[in-house]
């Protein structure tokens, strides 16, 4: 597929009252999508940590939620499969804490195909937050994704301000970069934009990013949410001016949508106005990349 819908969510976080609640959410959220032909839904960094509400006794402790959570991913995940399915999109679903066999907790954004196939990309570079009080340990691999869109790789929040990172899924061949994230202000929310729309300008392709918004004082994890969702691209031709392709309203619960338009990557890629992605490596001091792990979801 070459040009196809894309939606980033501006997603609240609730104080849910059970699992049908959280189940009739989400749904809703990705029915909104789907009803409006997107065929990529992108939900934000942490907008799974709502599901600390299920469990009243630990919802107001830290290190509860998160076990709470981690807890529950088994259950989301067969949700956001089965929606995939019958919506025919791929969903890229909030991140959340998982828990690991070696005990530690890490920050796992999962992409669902329509076909089934499903893969995580965990976060790589944790934020102070995550390392002083969360005591997330970082991930491992950077992955690209193989789908029936494209390829696609995913930055999750704050890997999206180290250009490395984003480098290596563009030499692996990544069209469209996903960027979940959660601020708690809005110094947070445009590092992690300024960080998105500099990676489509040095990649020449297209980055996506999704945010939490609205307050859940009941949270010590996601209390404040500041931010909006858009898609960015290269200011280049065929693209907008300033690289905005669409952008929501600021702290608003709404999907953002776009057309996107991947043979436009290929184009500017091959003759644009600059040719960044190929000139990267004429950078002095320019350093090896990271290894990147090609994932098949087709």
């Not at 469990?55 to 956001?80: C, F, K, N, Q, Y």
Request: charged letters at 20%; proline letters at 5%.
């Amino acid at each position: 597929m070459v040009s196809f819908t894309v939606a980033a969510a501006q997603y609240p976080i609730d104080l849910l009252d059970s699992w049908d609640a959280y189940e009739a959410k989400l749904t809703r959220w990705v029915d909104e999508a789907a009803a409006a032909g997107a065929a990529l839904a992108v939900f934000p960094e942490y907008g799974a940590m709502e599901l600390a509400s299920l469990d009243p006794v630990t919802m107001g402790d830290l290190a509860g939620s998160i076990e709470t959570v981690s807890a529950l991913l088994p259950r989301v995940d067969d949700l956001h499969a089965a929606l995939a399915a019958r919506t025919g999109m791929h969903i890229l679903a909030a991140s959340a804490p998982r828990k690991d066999a070696d005990g530690r907790f890490r920050n796992a954004a999962r992409l669902f195909a329509p076909g089934g196939k499903s893969s995580v990309q965990d976060k790589l570079v944790m934020t102070r937050f995550e390392r002083e009080q969360w005591d997330i340990a970082a991930g491992q691999a950077m992955r690209v994704f193989d789908t029936t869109l494209g390829r696609l790789a995913v930055a999750i929040c704050y890997d999206s301000e180290f250009p490395l990172l984003a480098r290596a899924a563009v030499e692996a061949g990544a069209e469209l970069l996903l960027v979940p994230s959660c601020t708690d202000s809005l110094h947070g929310y445009w590092r992690v934009r300024i960080g998105a729309q500099g990676r489509a300008l040095e990649g020449q392709c297209y980055a996506l990013h999704s945010t939490t918004v609205g307050e859940a004082a009941w949270s010590p994890a996601v209390d404040v949410n500041r931010g909006a969702a858009g898609v960015y691209g290269p200011p280049d031709r065929g693209m907008p001016e300033d690289g905005v392709v669409a952008v929501g309203v600021e702290g608003k619960a709404q999907w953002v949508f776009a057309e996107i338009d991947t043979a436009l990557v290929a184009d500017l890629r091959a003759d644009g106005g600059v040719l960044n992605a190929r000139h990267w490596g004429e950078q002095p001091g320019a350093v090896a990349l990271p290894p990147v792990e090609v994932v098949d979801l087709r």
